[in-house]
């Protein structure tokens, strides 16, 4: 008996560990994607250098490029716009509907509110990813990744 209670409370201890572990983890994981949002624009809504879109790819209207990386087929597109940490998963939605316009399918997606709000969507049988984030104060940014 005593050692089945032995057994019971280590692993009680190993979830609590575990589970404020995690917590600690998301705290500081969702203080890194707002941690500029009420910050001044002025160093962050710029753009960097002479992004060009890839072949094929629009983006919706009212959205700023900011810049373009690219690596082999994939590309990793950088837009802002208007909108607060309130408006992310509006903001996602507006996206995914104009990408659908396009010729694009919503396959997926998943949000925290006022955090982040991400969606998956397929063109042709290639799935791609948008993420939209707080930028700054103000402005938000979408992170397509395109194939």
């Known amino acids: 008996m005593k050692r089945l209670t032995s057994l019971l409370v280590g692993v009680v201890v190993l ?8 917590r600690v983890f998301e705290h500081f994981d969702q203080q890194d994607k707002i941690k500029n949002a009420n910050k001044s624009c002025d160093t962050f809504d710029v753009v960097k250098g002479t992004p060009t879109l890839p072949s094929g790819f629009t ?3 009212g959205q700023k490029l900011l810049n373009v990386q690219t690596t082999g087929k994939t590309s990793v597109i950088f837009a802002s716009l208007p909108g607060s940490r309130d408006d992310l998963v509006s903001i996602r939605d507006s996206v995914e509907h104009a990408l659908v316009a396009n010729g694009y399918k919503v396959t997926g997606g998943d949000q925290e509110p006022t955090f982040e709000a991400d969606g998956t969507v397929s063109k042709n049988g290639v799935d791609d990813t948008i993420n939209v984030r707080p930028l700054c104060s103000g402005r938000a940014v979408v992170r397509y990744t395109v194939h």
């Open 59 to 61: 983006l919706p209207s």
């Open 15 to 22: 979830a609590l560990v575990a589970f404020v572990g995690w």
